[in-house]
């Protein structure tokens, strides 16, 4: 009961091709911009914090930051996301140290009459 011809398929085989790093990388950047979105909007509201003064934006900036910090991957730049991470921080603490108050929502003067 021996076989001598190959029980391979040779119309099926396959060769291996690795994959190129760079292709790969670049289309893993691509995928998933929310981080990049996050870091914008969080430097949007943490210069409206800043030069307006305004509370409600230097705490969205904050939490901006944080999606951004929490979405990032390892091969993106940390430099940047630090800066912006501090930017938001310095807003939120410049905001309370001019005006130690705390917010008030804009509805509660609606109420007020």
């Given at each position: 009961m021996q076989?001598?011809?190959?029980?391979?398929?040779?119309?099926r085989i396959v060769r291996?091709?690795?994959l190129d790093p760079t292709a790969n990388q670049q289309q893993a950047v691509s995928e998933d911009p929310l981080?990049?979105?996050m870091n914008v909007l969080g430097m949007i509201f943490s210069?409206?914090?800043?030069?307006?003064?305004?509370?409600?934006?230097s705490w969205l900036a904050?939490?901006?930051s944080c999606i951004s910090f929490?979405?990032?991957r390892t091969s993106d730049d940390a430099k940047q996301i630090?800066?912006?991470?501090m930017l938001s921080v310095s807003a939120v603490v410049m905001s309370y140290l001019q005006n130690p108050s705390p917010i008030i929502p804009?509805?509660?003067?609606l109420f007020q009459s």
């Open positions: 076989q001598n011809s190959d029980p391979r398929r040779s119309n291996y091709k690795p981080p990049e979105y210069m409206c914090g800043l030069m307006i003064r305004m509370k409600w934006c904050l939490v901006c929490a979405n990032t630090v800066s912006s991470f804009p509805w509660v003067t």
